[in-house]
């Protein structure tokens, strides 16, 4: 199994990026998906999960109406498009399998299967 997340780097605050998470090794079309972050000396953040498409979304509040999950299952990738990049978004970004389809949770213990993260860096 593996899960490698890229598109992280360094932008400019109400920068945009998008972040993507290849996976393979498991039916990524039948798993739900998840983005964490874990920000400079802090814990874990759950920010977002996907359904098995791209019907069902929920966020955090910190990161409602400027990010957006999506999917594509043909090519086995989850996708992260951050707008409106704030000084706070700074952190390791993570995409993870949860266990649990409604879970908000952020013990790695609550996740089958974990990326190994892409730093995303808002600085002017």
């Known amino acids: 199994v593996q899960l490698v997340e890229s598109g992280g780097g360094l932008v400019q605050p109400g920068g945009t990026l998008t972040l993507s998470c290849v996976t393979s090794g498991f039916d990524f079309g039948d798993r739900y998906m998840s983005w964490l972050r874990q920000p400079p000396g802090k814990g874990l953040e759950w920010i977002s999960r996907?359904?098995?498409?791209?019907?069902?979304?929920h966020y955090a509040d910190s990161v409602k109406g400027r990010f957006t999950v999506t999917r594509d299952n043909a090519k086995n990738t989850l996708y992260l498009k951050m707008n409106n990049l704030r000084a706070e978004d700074t952190a390791i970004y993570y995409c993870?399998?949860?266990?649990?389809?409604?879970?908000?949770?952020?013990?790695?213990?609550?996740?089958?299967?974990w990326g190994h993260g892409t730093q995303v860096t808002v600085s002017s």
């Open positions: 996907i359904g098995y498409d791209n019907s069902v979304t």
């Open positions: 993870a399998q949860p266990n649990s389809r409604s879970s908000t949770s952020t013990s790695r213990n609550d996740y089958d299967y």
